[in-house]
Structures are given as C-alpha cells and as structure tokens.
C-alpha cells in the first residue's frame, strides 16, 4: 500500500513568507501528525488531527498553524517566516494514536533564507 | 528541559555483535515507549515498543527493556548487521484526557555496524 505522501519535498523561501506544506497519510489512518526536526532540537512535535480536529498541540508559536480534511489529508502552515524555521518537516500517520506506531513520510526540507 | 535523552550521540559496533542503545527519561507520566530508526534522506520508521506494564518486549533480533525505577530503556539488537546501521530515536507518550499527547523523542543515536 502507498505509504505516507508528503509535498514538496524540497522548498526554498524568504524570511516574512508563509508557506503550505501537504501531507497524505496512509489510506484508512485518520490521525495525521506534524514534527520539525533540527539539527540543535531533534525531533519536536508540532500538532496531532484526528477526524479533522486538532486533538493536541505541541509548544510551537502561533504563526505554526494546520487543518485536516474530509479525506485525511493534512497541511501544516507557517506565516511569517523566520531563519529558525529552516527545517525537515515530518508528517506521521497513524492508524489511533501514536502509540500504534507512526508511519512517517520522508519529509520537507524547508530552508528561509 | 530534555525528558527523554539519548546520551550517545554515535556507536560504533562490530557486525555479528551485540548493539545496545540507551535511552533516559525524567517524566514519570511516561507510560508507552517505542524506538525507531532513519535512514539518511527517509522519515523515522517504528521498529518495537513497549508499555510501562511490561518490562520487556522482543520482535525477531529486536528487543525493548524497560526498567521504571530507573527511567530508563534500551533496545537491544543481535546479531547486528550492516543495515541496521542508522539513526535510532527513543520516543515517549503519556496518555492524557481522551487520547495520547505527540511523542517525545530523544535527539538519536547513530548505530555504525563495522564489517
């Protein structure tokens, strides 16, 4: 079966703008969460839907903000960007919660410039 | 504040060999932990887990200890071999209300398996 989906897989932006990154989780998992990952950081989890519903959030500013749809598909979004914004961004899905066991895709690499 | 630490950044194994990875924790309301491992260029794949109920947890050549006095976990691998060579993330939850928080991942281990 197709495994997580995650576009672009490469983005190059300018510090002020926002960006929109896409994610299709695996067919049938209806939870789909966001982690950033750096270097300095790790893996930090950003923000958990289910059902199209946020059920939890990670400690991220506001400017990091995400939706989910009908279909479970998923897009996380950043305005104003900043230089420590520059990232991987990891999409997971899962078929409950995270305890099952994410399926990660292979990420975004966002660089702000 | 770091609740979940890996303290070797890098290990470097013979193949054949045992691989153990460590993994600390300093939250108490832990209770559901998993490993998994990358590949350069790839997301983070879920190997094993295991639940604070159990002390224990084996799957093929991979096996979770988990000891809860200690705050401390680590996944052992024999034999080791030269594709499991990666990084390994710990990862923690805590159930809380409804359903359980994101994970909380330890910064990784890199896993060299020498020939």
């Known amino acids: 079966k197709a495994g997580v989906t995650q576009t672009p897989r490469y983005l190059i932006k300018t510090r002020g703008q926002q960006v929109t990154l896409s994610c299709s989780p695996i067919?049938?998992?209806?939870?789909v969460s966001w982690y950033q990952q750096t270097p300095g950081q790790g893996l930090q989890f950003l923000f958990e839907?289910?059902?199209?519903?946020?059920?939890n959030k990670g400690n991220f500013p506001g400017r990091f903000s995400g939706r989910q749809f009908s279909n479970s598909r998923s897009e996380m979004n950043v305005s104003t960007l900043e230089l420590g914004d520059s990232a991987l961004y990891l999409c997971?899905?899962?078929?409950?919660?995270?305890?099952?066991?994410?399926?990660f895709g292979s990420g975004t690499r966002l660089t702000v410039v | 504040d770091q609740q979940v630490k890996q303290n070797s950044p890098s290990l470097s194994v013979q193949e054949g060999r045992i691989s153990i990875l460590n993994c600390d924790y300093t939250?108490?309301?832990?209770?559901?932990f998993l490993w998994y491992k990358k590949y350069p260029a790839e997301g983070p794949t879920f190997l094993i887990s295991?639940?604070?109920?159990?002390d224990k947890n084996e799957d093929g050549r991979f096996t979770v200890f988990l000891n809860k006095s200690a705050k401390h976990l680590s996944l052992h691998i024999v034999p080791s071999q030269p594709g499991d060579s990666a990084v390994y993330f710990c990862?923690?939850?805590?159930?809380?209300?409804?359903?359980?928080?994101?994970?909380?991942f330890g910064k990784g281990t890199h896993l060299i398996i020498q020939p």
């Open positions: 997971a899905s899962s078929f409950g919660t995270a305890n099952y066991g994410y399926t």
């Open positions: 067919s049938g998992h209806r939870s």
């Open positions: 295991i639940s604070s109920i159990k």
């Open positions: 990862a923690a939850s805590e159930w809380s209300g409804g359903g359980a928080d994101g994970l909380t």
């Open positions: 939250n108490s309301m832990f209770d559901y």
């Open positions: 839907y289910f059902s199209e519903t946020q059920r």
